[in-house]
């Protein structure tokens, strides 16, 4: 049975972290010899590198925050940064959790600020951990991402399809699933479209799928790296149908952007790429800074699918590692969850694989660390993005619109 | 059992490997004996079927690309052959050069 900690927003998380997170990379240096020296799994780093102020990175910071698997947060400002440290503490304060802010113009300097932040970690710990209680958790009660990084010519044979399969056991069970990268879904628009819940839900994934296409076609390249062509994959197109077997064969039930929280159960396709053309650069420059946004959707945790080999975790929510190959399997099992190559030996099915990322997905959220967390990992991206700007196709239903169930 | 390597569509035209087919290793994948033309990693493709320079590659049941030059059954598809029909792709060569667009 899943025990969640229930928030005073009446969300239920399946971590309890405490988040120390920097403002400005000038804060970096204090937050993390804070995190160093509390040697606890359980406080964990974040931050925004920054000075100038974006609108999408205090959005994602209110929505990571106030995560259900958050139980309190330390902020460390320099002092003269641009971020809204008042607007993001008030926030937090306002979801009910305990949270402090060290500025370290104002503490005194490094070693000052670095005192301080201590005793504020301490602090919220200690009313984090007065305020919170275990509560049952469903399997329904779930929000579970998934991603694919390294992938491989085996990527869309083994581990993608077999978590497609979970996420379709998953959604059957009232839970909500995400899954996400559209420029990764170039190729798939059509079929996708088919599934959509709605006409507008239709619309809203071409329109991003299309987006994405000529978004990445400005930046000159696709999502595809070099590993991915030594893995056996030989176009974007490719990669993307590999890609597309996540999301299994449910009806998709909306197209969210990141930091959006889905409004109900099911399956929803998360729209990464900024509108119009490229302002701040690649829509994530690397698998974390997607991660990081399946979280901020509300992801307990995230199904990782890897060819090549990925090692990563995150901070806030649990990474589960489904690796695809099965010589890469050999040589990094240590690091994976789930070994979907099997599917390739003939000696498991795809059924079998699926099965076994569900009972994997319900052991970590009952608490078993999965292997990146087990290693350590909690890496965190977060740069610079505008989700704000107007849409190439300006007719096309953003937001609530093409969402099923509303308007 | 051992699978050498798996059609994923009835409609696909080139087959995935399972696992590393040397040269010159028959495979039987649907039926079909294919004889591996060079020795060919897991996970990559090779053609089921005679493929035209320009042909649609099909893995998936979904067109992948197109090939650029024309292939043999049993030929290693991949992007010396083939290319994508929407966005280049990027390499990076043996020595860590950036080998820019494939072919």
Same mark, same amino acid.
């Given at each position: 049975?899943?025990?969640?900690?229930?928030?005073?927003?009446?969300?239920?998380?399946?971590?309890?972290?405490?988040?120390?997170?920097?403002?400005?990379?000038? *804060?970096?240096?204090?937050?993390?010899?804070?995190?160093?020296?509390?040697?606890?799994?359980?406080?964990?780093?974040?931050?925004?590198?920054?000075?100038?102020?974006?609108?999408?990175?205090?959005?994602?910071?209110?929505?990571?925050?106030?995560?259900?698997?958050?139980?309190?947060?330390?902020?460390? !400002?320099?002092?003269?940064?641009?971020?809204?440290?008042?607007?993001?503490?008030?926030?937090?304060?306002?979801?009910?959790?305990?949270?402090?802010?060290?500025?370290?113009?104002?503490?005194?300097?490094?070693? *000052?600020?670095?005192?301080?932040?201590?005793?504020?970690?301490?602090?919220?710990?200690?009313?984090?951990?007065?305020?919170?209680?275990?509560?049952?958790?469903?399997?329904?009660?779930?929000?579970?991402?998934?991603? @694919?990084?390294?992938?491989?010519?085996? !990527?869309?044979?083994?581990?993608?399809?077999?978590?497609?399969?979970?996420?379709?056991?998953?959604?059957?069970?009232?839970?909500? @699933?995400?899954?996400?990268?559209?420029?990764?879904?170039?190729?798939?628009?059509?079929?996708?479209?088919?599934?959509?819940?709605?006409?507008?839900?239709?619309?809203? +994934?071409?329109?991003?799928?299309?987006?994405?296409?000529?978004?990445?076609?400005?930046?000159?390249?696709?999502?595809?790296?070099?590993?991915?062509?030594?893995?056996?994959?030989?176009?974007?197109?490719?990669?993307?149908?590999?890609?597309?077997?996540?999301?299994?064969?449910?009806? +998709?039930?909306?197209?969210?952007?990141?930091?959006?929280?889905?409004?109900?159960?099911?399956?929803?396709?998360?729209?990464?790429?900024?509108?119009?053309?490229?302002?701040? /650069?690649?829509?994530?420059?690397?698998?974390?800074?997607?991660?990081?946004?399946?979280?901020?959707?509300?992801?307990?945790?995230?199904?990782?699918?890897?060819?090549?080999?990925?090692?990563?975790? !995150?901070?806030?929510?649990?990474?589960?590692?489904? @690796?695809?190959?099965?010589?890469?399997?050999?040589?990094?099992?240590?690091?994976?969850?789930?070994?979907?190559?099997?599917?390739?030996? /003939?000696?498991?099915?795809?059924?079998?694989? /699926?099965?076994?990322?569900?009972?994997?997905?319900?052991?970590?959220?009952?608490?078993?660390?999965?292997?990146?967390?087990?290693? /350590?990992?909690?890496?965190?991206?977060?740069?610079?993005?505008?989700?704000?700007?107007?849409?190439?196709?300006?007719?096309?239903?953003?937001?609530?619109?093409?969402?099923?169930?509303?308007? | 059992?051992?699978?050498?390597?798996?059609?994923?569509?009835?409609?696909?035209?080139?087959?995935?490997?399972?696992?590393?087919?040397?040269?010159?290793?028959?495979?039987?994948?649907?039926?079909?004996?294919?004889?591996?033309?060079?020795?060919?990693?897991?996970?990559?493709?090779?053609?089921?079927?005679?493929?035209?320079?320009?042909?649609?590659?099909?893995?998936?049941?979904?067109?992948?690309?197109?090939?650029?030059?024309?292939?043999?059954?049993?030929?290693?598809?991949?992007?010396?052959?083939?290319?994508?029909?929407?966005?280049?792709?990027?390499?990076?060569?043996?020595?860590?050069?950036?080998?820019?667009?494939?072919?």
């Amino acid at each position: 049975m899943i025990e969640g900690y229930l928030r005073a927003d009446g969300r239920k998380g399946i971590r309890d972290a405490v988040l120390v997170v920097y403002l400005v990379e000038c *804060a970096h240096h204090v937050a993390r010899r804070v995190v160093d020296a509390a040697n606890d799994p359980g406080v964990q780093l974040v931050g925004f590198p920054g000075c100038y102020p974006n609108a999408y990175a205090l959005a994602m910071m209110k929505a990571l925050t106030t995560h259900p698997n958050v139980g309190g947060v330390v902020l460390l !400002s320099l002092g003269c940064e641009g971020f809204n440290r008042e607007e993001l503490a008030r926030t937090i304060a306002a979801s009910g959790r305990p949270v402090e802010t060290v500025v370290i113009q104002q503490a005194g300097g490094t070693r *000052a600020a670095i005192s301080a932040a201590q005793d504020a970690v301490e602090t919220v710990r200690a009313r984090a951990d007065a305020a919170v209680q275990r509560v049952p958790m469903a399997l329904s009660e779930l929000v579970v991402g998934t991603i @694919c990084g390294g992938s491989d010519g085996t !990527s869309g044979i083994t581990a993608n399809p077999a978590v497609g399969r979970a996420f379709d056991t998953l959604v059957d069970a009232g839970a909500t @699933c995400i899954f996400e990268e559209t420029g990764e879904m170039i190729g798939c628009e059509g079929h996708m479209a088919i599934r959509a819940a709605t006409p507008a839900v239709a619309q809203a +994934i071409e329109a991003s799928v299309h987006q994405a296409e000529a978004y990445y076609r400005a930046m000159g390249y696709g999502s595809f790296a070099p590993g991915n062509a030594e893995g056996g994959l030989s176009s974007q197109e490719e990669k993307s149908a590999g890609a597309y077997a996540k999301s299994g064969t449910r009806v +998709i039930d909306g197209v969210i952007r990141p930091a959006e929280a889905p409004p109900g159960p099911g399956l929803y396709l998360l729209d990464v790429v900024p509108p119009g053309p490229p302002r701040f /650069g690649f829509p994530n420059i690397v698998d974390n800074a997607e991660i990081a946004e399946l979280i901020a959707c509300g992801a307990h945790l995230t199904l990782f699918t890897t060819g090549r080999g990925s090692v990563v975790g !995150s901070a806030i929510a649990p990474v589960i590692k489904v @690796c695809a190959n099965p010589e890469t399997y050999a040589r990094m099992g240590d690091d994976m969850d789930i070994d979907a190559g099997r599917i390739l030996m /003939g000696v498991a099915t795809l059924a079998d694989v /699926g099965a076994e990322i569900v009972a994997c997905v319900t052991r970590v959220a009952a608490g078993e660390p999965s292997r990146s967390e087990a290693l /350590g990992h909690q890496e965190f991206v977060l740069t610079y993005k505008d989700m704000a700007g107007e849409p190439a196709d300006a007719a096309v239903p953003r937001g609530p619109a093409c969402l099923v169930g509303s308007g | 059992m051992t699978i050498d390597a798996i059609r994923l569509s009835p409609d696909d035209n080139v087959v995935v490997t399972c696992r590393a087919v040397n040269q010159g290793a028959t495979i039987l994948v649907d039926g079909v004996a294919l004889t591996a033309a060079e020795t060919v990693p897991i996970g990559h493709k090779l053609a089921f079927t005679a493929l035209d320079a320009g042909a649609g590659v099909i893995k998936y049941g979904m067109p992948i690309g197109s090939m650029t030059h024309a292939a043999q059954p049993g030929d290693w598809v991949h992007m010396h052959n083939m290319k994508s029909d929407y966005m280049p792709a990027h390499l990076r060569d043996a020595t860590g050069d950036m080998a820019g667009e494939a072919a």
